[in-house]
């Protein structure tokens, strides 16, 4: 009994394997392969840029593909100095909802304040409507 046992779950295993291994064939993604027809409409493969063609120092310099002016030209890449303060801060970290409920409120800064306000209101809102979704 033992052994049969031995050999379902061998199989089982097998077949996970197997059918995940399909599902990884499956879902891939795959291109058409072929020359562009003589007339066909629409865009192909043969249409994909083929590389950057702009040298390094133009790269360095602009920061290209930022123009959104018919006429205009790509802006240029200016020094730290030229650029706002409150620019570099864009990415920083910002507190959970659940770290700041371990702090007490007196001793958060204004910024973190508010940042709990909101996220506070937010969750409160939430948890409100789910309660009304379910009566």
């Excluded at 007339?39 to 360095?60: H, V, Y």
């Excluded at 018919?70 to 030229?82: I, M, Q, R």
């Excluded at 507190?95 to 409920?101: F, G, I, M, N, T």
């Excluded at 007196?106 to 969750?123: G, H």
């Amino acid at each position: 009994m033992g052994k049969d046992l031995t050999m379902n779950c061998i199989k089982s295993v097998r077949s996970i394997i197997i059918t995940k291994e399909a599902v990884r064939l499956v879902g891939c993604r795959t291109f058409a392969v072929g020359g562009k027809k003589k007339g066909s409409k629409g865009g192909g493969a043969g249409d994909a840029p083929k590389g950057s063609t702009l040298s390094k120092e133009l790269k360095s310099t602009t920061t290209v593909g930022a123009n959104i002016l018919k006429d205009g030209t790509d802006p240029k890449v200016l020094p730290d100095s030229e650029y706002p303060d409150w620019l570099w801060h864009l990415l920083d970290k910002h507190p959970a909802l659940s770290e700041l409920r371990r702090k007490t409120v007196e001793s958060l800064p204004y910024e973190d304040l508010k940042r709990f306000v909101k996220l506070d209101n937010r969750a409160r809102i939430k948890e409100n409507n789910s309660l009304k979704a379910k009566n």
